[in-house]
């Protein structure tokens, strides 16, 4: 398995339920980030992760919750979701923190009901 | 309110023309830009870039230009070819601060064989 990879690609959950999106990158980079992706919109970025340090949180409600368990795996667990948040949840990857060249996941489709 | 604008939704180009996609942004901090490809079903990937000490930057077929007084810039792919049918997105950076990426909303190109 090669670059960023993202499950599940597609996700549909009630507001009540609980569920987390994984993201793990094989670059050997140092950096991470959560991105939501709505329809129309530019991608919003959402968390950044240097060495597994927790270093942008970018006005995120608390039922978006975000883990690093260590520099190749990122973590988004979700709770109590509104129908706004349905979106593509985009995770990328680059060599250091804040650095050019983000390289992308596929993203997770999620639908709230 | 938005600092990278993309007011081009979507673009349609002959194959073998040239295809001129735009970009606009506000913060002058900006000091470094990007371009993104995206295909359905998978995420962004880094196509160009070019730094604010430079106002032109070539990769083959594609070419960034950059205007700062006018704070634009430029994505030119001659010639077009139907595989570069996709979703183009603009992406600048300060370097002098937190260094993230900011997105604009994208423009779809349709290279027409």
């Known amino acids: 398995e090669t670059g960023v990879t993202q499950t599940p690609r597609h996700l549909v959950m009630g507001m009540t339920n609980k569920k987390s999106l994984k993201c793990e990158q094989h670059?050997?980079?140092?950096?991470m980030y959560w991105y939501k992706q709505s329809a129309k919109k530019p991608l919003e970025l959402m968390f950044v992760y240097n060495f597994k340090e927790q270093t942008e949180n970018n006005s995120v409600p608390s039922r978006f919750s975000p883990e690093c368990p260590n520099s190749s795996h990122l973590f988004l667990h979700l709770h109590t979701l509104q129908p706004e948040d349905s979106a593509l949840y985009l995770c990328?990857?680059?060599?250091?923190?804040?650095?050019?060249?983000?390289?992308f996941g596929p993203g997770t489709r999620l639908t709230v009901t | 309110d938005q600092q990278v604008k993309q007011n081009s939704p979507s673009l349609s180009v002959q194959e073998g023309r040239i295809s001129i996609l735009n970009c606009d942004y506000t913060n002058s901090m900006f000091d470094y830009f990007l371009w993104y490809k995206k295909y359905p079903a998978e995420g962004p990937t880094f196509l160009i870039s070019i730094s604010s000490i430079k106002d032109k930057n070539e990769d083959g077929r594609f070419t960034v230009f950059l205007n700062k007084s006018a704070k634009h810039l430029s994505l030119h792919i001659v010639p077009s070819q139907p595989g570069d049918s996709a979703v183009y997105f603009c992406a600048a950076s300060a370097r002098t601060g937190a260094n993230n990426l900011f997105f604009g909303t994208g423009t779809r190109l349709t290279v027409i064989p």
């Open positions: 990328a990857s680059s060599l250091a923190g804040g650095s050019d060249e983000q390289y």
């Open positions: 670059l050997g980079h140092n950096a």
